[in-house]
């Protein structure tokens, strides 16, 4: 029985490390053009350290933002920190993503200041952190490629872990930089993204004694009368029968 096989890659857009970050940020923008639209006043669902009532925030907190420069930063740091950890740790990508999106926010819980905490730059950092510390730790080319990429692009991440601005939360971004980084220990051994094997010289069979027990010491020299000879290469074509598998 034939069986057809569709080799042709998927689109982009239907590719999991796209349409994934894409809807998340999307319905980000969306809460915030309500938020802006109605003066909902959103914030007041932000994460309130120490207070019960604060705890609704671990749900609430990363969707929500403060303006739309707020947003716009943070929307594509998350874009391009989720792809890249779908794209390279598809296994473990959903458990470091929610872990990450809670636990962040519940250390800022017990320890942040007494006010609304609000905003995805804590998930941002943990995965900051996952992607940089996991290249590390596995040594694998493709990946620590990928951890000194995000070294360069969000290297200046690094001030956003002490007090600078009253209004920055560094409480959230000091959470999820170590969340991040206990993941990417945690989950060192779980396999990455499979890569095609790396080329090698040591990989190159140069054993021909094959060859040289069948054709000869001078197997691989050319007659000095072929020189000029022209290769030809002959096809023959058959029609496939309409039972032939």
């Known amino acids: 029985m034939s069986q057809n096989f569709d080799l042709k890659p998927k689109p982009l857009w239907r590719q999991a490390y796209f349409w994934i970050p894409s809807f998340?940020?999307?319905?980000?923008?969306?809460?915030?053009?309500?938020?802006?639209?109605?003066?909902?006043?959103?914030?007041?669902?932000?994460?309130?350290?120490?207070?019960?009532?604060?705890l609704l925030g671990l749900i609430t907190a990363p969707l929500i933002h403060g303006d739309w420069d707020h947003l716009r930063n943070n929307s594509i740091s998350l874009f391009a920190l989720s792809a890249g950890l779908i794209y390279f740790y598809p296994r473990k990508a959903?458990?470091?993503?929610?872990?990450?999106?809670?636990?962040?926010?519940?250390?800022?819980?017990?320890?942040?200041?007494?006010?609304?905490?609000?905003?995805a730059s804590g998930l941002i950092y943990a995965l900051a952190a996952f992607i940089f510390?996991?290249?590390?730790?596995?040594?694998?080319?493709?990946?620590?490629?990928?951890?000194?990429?995000?070294?360069?692009?969000?290297?200046?991440?690094?001030?956003?872990?002490?007090?600078?601005?009253?209004?920055?939360?560094?409480?959230?971004h000091l959470s999820g930089a170590v969340i991040g980084a206990l993941l990417a220990?945690?989950?060192?051994?779980?396999?990455?993204?499979?890569?095609?094997?790396?080329?090698?010289?040591?990989?190159?069979?140069?054993?021909?004694?094959?060859?040289?027990?069948?054709?000869?010491?001078?197997y691989w020299k050319q007659n000095t009368d072929d020189q000029n000879a022209k290769l030809k290469v002959h096809y023959h074509y058959r029609q496939k029968e309409e039972n032939e598998e």
């Open 24 to 54: 998340l940020v999307l319905a980000i923008a969306f809460i915030h053009l309500l938020d802006q639209a109605f003066n909902l006043k959103l914030y007041e669902f932000g994460l309130y350290p120490r207070k019960n009532e604060g």
């Open 133 to 172: 510390i996991s290249g590390v730790l596995r040594a694998h080319p493709n990946l620590l490629a990928l951890s000194m990429l995000v070294v360069f692009l969000y290297g200046s991440m690094i001030w956003g872990l002490v007090p600078s601005d009253p209004r920055i939360s560094y409480e959230a």
């Open 185 to 218: 220990v945690y989950f060192r051994n779980s396999p990455p993204r499979h890569f095609p094997k790396a080329f090698s010289y040591d990989d190159i069979d140069d054993d021909l004694s094959a060859e040289i027990e069948r054709f000869g010491n001078d």
């Open 94 to 119: 959903a458990p470091v993503f929610f872990i990450a999106y809670f636990l962040s926010g519940i250390g800022v819980w017990f320890w942040g200041r007494d006010s609304f905490h609000v905003g």
